[in-house]
Each structure stands twice: as C-alpha cells, then as structure tokens.
C-alpha cells in the first residue's frame, strides 16, 4: 500500500481532506479523532490486512504515522 492510499483512508476515517492530513499530525488534536474512528480504523486493518487489533493498542497511536504504521 502507498503512502498516498494510507493518506486517503486515514483522511476518509477523519472526516478530513487528504491534502491537509500529515504524518506529524497529532491524532488527539483532531475533532473526528473519537471511538468511531477508532472501530473504522480496526475494521480497515482487519479488512485490507487479516489483523484485528483491539482498542486499546489503536489508542496508543499518537500520530497519523503511527496510523500509517499499523497499515503494513
């Protein structure tokens, strides 16, 4: 997966255009950065990568690039 699809899913979960995401953007500082990103964020990853990580390890995700990470 490329940088830009990971850019694009993680900016559709958000609510948020594509070109404003970053990898630096703090997570916790964003208005749609909740519990429903959160389950949209587990369902990706369980959908695209067989992988179902729980709640709690998604919340340690600091950064749009600690999101970016766990797409691999």
């Not at 070109?19 to 997570?27: H, S, V």
């Not at 587990?42 to 797409?71: C, G, H, W």
């Amino acid at each position: 997966m490329t940088r830009e699809e990971k850019i694009e899913i993680i900016a559709d979960i958000l609510e948020m255009d594509d070109e404003i995401i970053k990898e630096d953007t703090i997570l916790e500082e964003l208005e749609t950065w909740d519990s429903v990103a959160v389950l949209a964020v587990i369902s990706v990853i369980n959908e695209k990568f067989d992988r179902y990580p729980t709640a709690e390890e998604i919340k340690t995700y600091k950064t749009v690039q600690d999101l970016m990470n766990a797409f691999e």
